[in-house]
């Protein structure tokens, strides 16, 4: 279950594991900016699985109490045969509507969401989604 918000319109600090159909229903129905955001967030999910990515983080305004959120920054964690489908790579590099994607290794990972996802702009801690199951 998705954690309620903070006084701030934050997750909770932390990665916070959650199904597609658990992020649509918290995130994705309305308005419809949300609902084409996470259209494209699917597609994604199916394109990194064929591209041979490992995990997928979600942040930035589309997990927090935004009314129409900027886009949805993403980072995936390529796994060590990246990629298995060099055609689902191009798909990814090449981009999708709405969404930021960093496709990085495990160091960099790391880095994305214990410092740069992790915080706001003030410094505030805040929370992340992990889309589960994977694969």
């Excluded at 934050?10 to 594991?17: A, C, E, K, R, T």
């Excluded at 967030?41 to 699985?49: G, N, S």
């Excluded at 969404?99 to 790391?110: E, G, P, R, Y």
């Amino acid at each position: 279950m998705i954690p309620a918000f903070d006084e701030h319109g934050y997750l909770p600090p932390g990665i916070h594991p959650a199904t597609l159909d658990e992020i649509e229903a918290r995130f994705g129905k309305e308005p419809e900016l949300r609902r084409v955001q996470m259209e494209s967030l699917r597609w994604l999910v199916e394109i990194a699985q064929r591209a041979g990515v490992e995990r997928l983080v979600v942040n930035g305004s589309f997990v927090t109490d935004e009314f129409e959120p900027n886009d949805v920054d993403c980072v995936l964690l390529a796994s060590p045969d990246f990629p298995r489908d060099t055609e689902a790579e191009a798909e990814l590099i090449a981009g999708m509507p709405f969404l930021q994607i960093d496709i990085v290794k495990q160091t960099d990972f790391d880095v994305m969401v214990e410092t740069i996802f992790a915080t706001d702009r003030r410094f505030r801690r805040k929370g992340m989604l992990e889309v589960v199951p994977w694969n």
